[in-house]
């Protein structure tokens, strides 16, 4: 890769001349350095210069054959409108030759419904006036006293003998049976003088200070010297991939929008102004 030195003059390079870059893959002029040149993966180069818009100064047929007409106003197309004359119908269709008139019968007249004849008022007697009584009821005896109940089949009736049972029955004088009170009997209290056998074959053993928990030993892991590493792995080289500085720049100017980028057809970078120059 080229590596432009620092230079401590004009860093434009407008006017410098123009040289062979070091690696002689470009050109450079001052700091700036064409892309050729600044390609460290051999895949870059400057773009093609894009050719000059040239200017047609001629005159075509069309233009010449032109010729210019008063503009007006347009207005909307009127379509004449067109009635179509009626003209009378003197044939005869075949409807009106076959027409068979008939003799139409009006209608009946609608049957009117019969008048109610007027009704005479009754001045007889029925049967039912006639044998109607009236009763003097008081108020107090109009009492609602519900439905009367139906009497069932087997009323009890009340039983006014006497039964065996009740014949042979004799009371007996019963008096309540006396409670004994429980109370504990008082046993009198006599102190053991004596000595038991598993007293006298004691013996007080010496225990000694209670067991203290051993101190925790210290850890020491051995060194693990299994590998787990595959062999896909092992084979593995790390390669260093250095990137191509050209990816990292902006596109590149027109000649139009920035002639000085420009130099034949090479498009020049400043590496240390980072602007095309
Ligand atoms: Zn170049
Ligand atoms: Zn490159």
């Known amino acids: 890769m080229y590596t432009p030195t620092k230079a401590t003059s004009s860093s434009s390079g407008v006017g410098s001349p123009v040289l062979p870059s070091p690696n002689g893959k470009g050109v450079m002029r001052g700091e700036a350095v064409c892309l050729c040149a600044l390609c460290n993966c051999g895949k870059h180069r400057c773009p093609p210069r894009p050719a000059d818009p040239l200017k047609f100064n001629g005159s075509s047929t069309y233009r010449s054959d032109f010729l210019e007409w008063p503009a007006c106003p347009v207005h909307g197309a009127t379509i004449p409108h067109k009635d179509f004359e009626r ?7 075949t409807y009106a030759h076959d027409f068979v008139p008939h003799q ?4 009946p007249a ?4 019969p008048k109610p004849v007027a009704t005479l008022p009754f001045r007889g007697e029925t049967e039912a006036h006639a044998q109607y009584r009236e009763f003097n009821v008081a108020p107090s005896d109009i009492r ?11 009323e009890k009736l009340p039983f006014n003998a006497t039964t065996t049972f009740r014949h042979d029955f004799q009371p007996w004088d019963v008096k309540p049976e006396p409670v004994p009170a429980m109370q504990a009997p008082k046993l009198p209290h006599i102190p053991f003088n004596g000595e038991t056998e598993a007293h006298a074959q004691y013996r007080p053993w010496d225990l000694g200070e209670p067991n203290k928990p051993a101190p925790a030993l210290p850890y020491h892991p051995r060194p693990d010297d299994r ?16 990137k191509c500085p050209v990816e990292s720049l902006p596109q590149a100017p027109t000649p139009s929008n920035q002639p000085s980028a420009w130099e034949g057809a090479h498009v020049l970078y400043n590496q240390h102004e980072h602007r095309f120059a």
């Open 144 to 154: 609602w006293e519900g439905p009367k109940p139906t009497p069932s089949k087997h």
């Open 227 to 242: 590998d787990f590493l595959s062999e896909a792995n092992k084979q593995y080289t790390e390669k260093h991939l250095e």
């Open 110 to 113: 609608p049957v009117s419904p």
């Open 87 to 93: 003209l009378p119908f003197n044939a005869q269709s």
């Open 104 to 107: 139409l019968q009006a209608p």
